[in-house]
């Protein structure tokens, strides 16, 4: 009788034991099916961080940010001020122009006359939004948006302000956003990169981008932005060398894992394993990125939607296209820049030819990521790196103006990705000069990018030389009004 009892026992066990094997193995798979790095062997840091898993659920899957490089007017597009065009010419009040620094362009003006938009604004949608009739199709999606007025600054001049909206300081030498959303999440598509940079270039004065602005700082450099190319070569360097074929290639990088795997062993320097980390996904690129790239097989309705431009290679329109193409494939973070905005003088014409290149393709790309459903998962953002003054810089005429940089407030826009639609938020002064209600700061707004995809700003951190740093440095708060 004990023996039928011991028998009887085991066999129970047994059953149980691999019932619930059969469990975890359907659990395990499951895991590494909606979060890929979950056994990739990642270690958590000695904040308790472990990178590619979010500190919660996130709204957002992925970040597409369309930045206006040199800082859009918003009195001539979002911000309507029907006051200015009644004070024309008059000069700024003391009380409102306050003791704001100015830059070396008007420090030196004997006077500030203050200049209403030459275009006029209607309000469209249920939620009444005023756009300026220089953005029609924009206009039409104003109820997937959230239009922020409240944006302000601390940087008066390009370089560090676009220094300081990328990556949180004016210094440089920094993670950019898109680097640590890199860390912090994790490979959506073990193909193609993270991170990727795209740029276009408008009419007017173009001020420049460069690679410090999609830099991986002291990060490993595998989340460093890999900037496309409109050429032939869409990633330099990334086709096999001549007289070079795949087996050869694979081979290759095999032995060259081997002995940089001795130099770790003896050395112990993590950026070792990252350049291999950057060799194997140069090797995958190689099928993964010219098919990603080729627009040729979009269907006709999609190219009407973007416009013709979207077929030119190197436009803005083409690189929307190719933004959606990316975020759809699983890239974290597509940054565009559209260069051309910094109008200091002939406003009038050179913002209404802006405006006509990026109008059409960013309502195109907010309208079709929605078509396809991806709009919920997907945060696109758009606009530059501060505003533009309410009186004219050099001499006001009767057809032409220009406006000088304003870190006091600027509009934003964003869609999907868990934020509120139809939606305006923050008011400036009558004049358009000083917030009046709701401000946001920039670390503000990299606060809320981060927590739309399920990362604590303050959680989200990297230990360099002795000092713990994070992208909003040791401030900025949720806009919790703003999320859905």
């Known amino acids: 009788m004990e023996k039928e009892i011991l028998e009887h026992g085991f066999n129970f066990n047994r059953r149980r034991f691999l019932s619930r094997l059969s469990l975890g193995l359907g659990s395990a798979a499951l895991g590494s099916l909606m979060i890929p790095d979950l056994f990739g062997g990642n270690s958590t840091d000695e904040e308790g961080f472990t990178p590619g898993i979010p500190h919660f659920a996130p709204k957002a899957k992925r970040v597409i940010y369309l930045f206006q490089n040199g800082a859009p007017s918003q009195q001539e597009l979002f911000d309507y001020k029907p006051k200015l065009r009644e004070m024309l010419g008059q000069e700024i009040p003391p009380s409102v122009r306050g003791n704001q620094r100015l830059t070396g362009m008007t420090a030196n003006q004997s006077s500030f006359p203050l200049v209403g938009s030459f275009v006029d604004f209607k309000q469209y949608g249920q939620s009444r939004a005023w756009v300026s009739d220089l953005f029609p199709y924009t206009a039409k999606i104003v109820d997937d948006l959230c239009i922020v007025k409240s944006m302000y ?28 959303l890199s860390y912090g999440l994790g490979n959506e598509n073990k193909n193609l990169p993270n991170f990727t940079v795209l740029l276009s270039r408008g009419v007017g004065n173009g001020q420049g981008v460069y690679s410090k602005l999609w830099s991986n700082g002291f990060l490993d450099s595998i ?149 396809r459903g991806l709009l919920d998962e997907t945060l696109v953002i758009w606009g530059g790196e501060f505003g533009r003054t309410s009186y004219t810089q050099g001499k006001l005429t009767a057809d032409n103006y220009g406006r000088d940089h304003h870190p006091r407030c600027f509009t934003i826009w964003m869609a999907g990705g868990g934020i509120k639609p139809g939606m305006v938020y923050g008011e400036t002064d009558e004049l358009g000069y000083n917030i009046a209600q709701n401000p946001v700061h920039v670390h503000d707004f990299q606060a809320t990018v981060l927590h739309q995809l399920g990362l604590n700003h303050e959680k989200l951190i990297f230990k360099h030389l002795g000092r713990r740093y994070r992208l909003t440095d040791v401030s900025g708060k949720v806009v919790r009004d703003i999320i859905a």
């Open 153 to 180: 600054t601390e940087a008066i001049n390009h370089d560090p302000a676009l220094t300081f909206l990328q990556t949180g300081s004016q210094q440089g030498n920094r993670p950019s956003m898109g680097a640590w």
């Open 223 to 371: 989340h460093q932005g890999v900037q496309f190319s409109k050429g032939e070569d869409p990633v330099l360097y990334l086709r096999d060398p001549e007289g070079m074929d795949r087996h050869a290639r694979r081979d290759m990088l095999d032995n060259l894992a081997k002995l940089n795997d001795m130099a770790y062993q003896e050395f112990g320097d993590p950026e070792i394993t990252a350049k291999v980390k950057q060799y194997e996904m140069a090797y995958r690129m190689q099928t993964a990125v010219p098919e990603v790239m080729d627009l040729s097989k979009e269907p006709d309705d999609i190219v009407k939607l973007y416009g013709p431009d979207c077929l030119v290679p190197g436009t803005y329109a083409a690189n929307c296209l190719l933004a959606r193409k990316l975020s759809e494939n699983g890239v974290r973070f597509v940054q565009l820049y559209h260069q051309g905005w910094d109008q200091h003088g002939n406003l009038p014409f050179e913002i209404a030819k802006q405006a006509k290149d990026v109008d059409q393709a960013s309502a195109a790309l907010v309208t079709d990521l929605k078509q």
